[in-house]
């Protein structure tokens, strides 16, 4: 069947992809912090933004999905996020993704701990791929791999800072989450009634974190291994350890994670060239709010920096919700990662031309001709 018929939205990616992979990933890649309450929040939040269309303007027959970012023009608004063990979730998922966003003219983040190398992300998507670097509480690790992102030739680098200790998501601990995925009986029996998953691990081979092993002692066991990586995130970002980061990368400097407006004004003073409103998805504190919740006031700090959000994108209009609400860029990780999980090597340009097509449609019904021009189009009570 048609791709095009067969997935006319990211809901029917999702269903397939939750057919596709054992338990244990599924719910690694779509569960959150706690009982999951940011990442409903995430939703409700967003659902909650409206539009009044406007149907007798024809300045809108044409909407202007390309944007200007950071010195460069992409295809549309938003970009994919950093997803971790996305080489588990499916395998080569940071490659397909790395190459969907070359073709879509879209960036793509590759997280710390993505299961492939650094160099290969590079050179499958020189000029729209971006790396991002969770902060250490090792100064020198850090500086590594920074320099190694450089001579890799990224053109950005994405610092999150939103992880001052190791997260507790209970369903990753109950299923004994792991890479390799451990082999007790439970998490066999998940793999063996997903063929193609186990098929396409056991053709691509053990996923392994290739940033960060050279920085973990030689022989670590792996369960070993994830206590000492948990152990290096204790501790929060200091504005002194973001600034040295900020001296040492000569590129552009995106800060992800934040949540307070004056950790917004102190990326600007420090010379950052965007920001990114995020509570990680609802993957890190149960009792976050929402990205679109706190874009108000990070618009008012922002400066000639660049305001990027994130948390809970499906569909086009997602986009143009977070557009209304203030960002001139959005980041979109689990739609993506759904699009892979369910079609394989072409799974990110379907979710891309998804999210294209429905953008255009909520601009044109709102009347809106480019991104800015959504704010105007927003329900307020009483209209």
């Known amino acids: 069947m048609d791709p095009t018929r067969r997935y006319p939205s990211v809901w029917y990616l999702e269903q397939a992809a939750r057919r596709r992979v054992p338990r ?25 933004v409206r539009f009044v269309p406007r149907l007798l303007d024809d300045a809108a027959d044409r909407p202007k999905l390309s944007v200007d970012l950071m010195g460069r023009r992409y295809d549309a608004p938003f970009g994919i996020a950093p997803i971790g063990l996305g080489g588990l979730v499916w395998p080569h998922a940071a490659e397909y993704l790395a190459a969907s966003a070359r073709r879509q003219n879209i960036p793509f983040i590759m997280s710390s701990y993505a299961t492939v190398a650094m160099e290969r992300i590079a050179e499958i998507a020189p000029e729209h791929a971006w790396f991002q670097l969770y902060a250490f509480n090792r100064p020198e690790m850090d500086a590594a791999i920074v320099a190694r992102a450089e001579r890799a030739g990224f053109e950005v680098l994405v610092v999150t800072v939103d992880l001052p200790t190791a997260t507790r998501r209970p369903h990753d601990a109950r299923n004994g989450l792991a890479v390799p995925p451990g082999m007790d009986l439970e998490n066999l029996a998940q793999m063996v009634v997903r063929p193609r998953w186990a098929v396409a691990m056991l053709r691509a081979g053990v996923p392994r974190f290739h940033t960060l092993l050279p920085h973990v002692p030689a022989g670590m066991s792996m369960a070993d291994l ?63 709010p929402s990205a679109i919740e706190m874009l108000e006031a990070a618009r008012a700090e922002v400066g000639s920096m660049a305001l990027i959000a994130d948390g809970g994108i499906r569909s086009g209009l997602d986009v143009a919700r977070f557009a209304a609400r203030g960002a001139d860029f959005v980041l979109c990780g689990r739609a ?25 449609q909520a601009m044109a019904h709102a009347g809106a001709p480019a991104l800015a021009d959504l704010t105007g189009a927003l329900h307020t009570e009483g209209d």
């Not at 973001?242 to 600007?268: E, F, I, N, S, T």
């Open 24 to 48: 244990f990933c599924w719910e690694y890649l779509t569960g959150g912090a706690g009982r999951g309450g940011a990442v409903q929040r995430n939703r409700t939040m967003l659902d909650a």
């Open 226 to 288: 994830g206590t000492h990586l948990a152990s290096l995130h204790e501790g929060h970002m200091t504005l002194e350890h973001l600034k040295a980061l900020r001296d040492a990368w000569p590129r552009k400097l995106v800060v992800k994670g934040l949540y307070h407006a004056a950790d917004v004004a102190d990326c600007r003073a420090l010379g950052a060239d965007a920001v990114v409103m995020s509570n990680h998805g609802g993957r890190h504190v149960e009792g976050a």
């Open 336 to 360: 993506f990662m759904f699009g892979v999980a369910a079609m394989g090597e072409r799974g990110g340009d379907r979710v891309a031309e998804i999210l294209k097509g429905e953008l255009h």
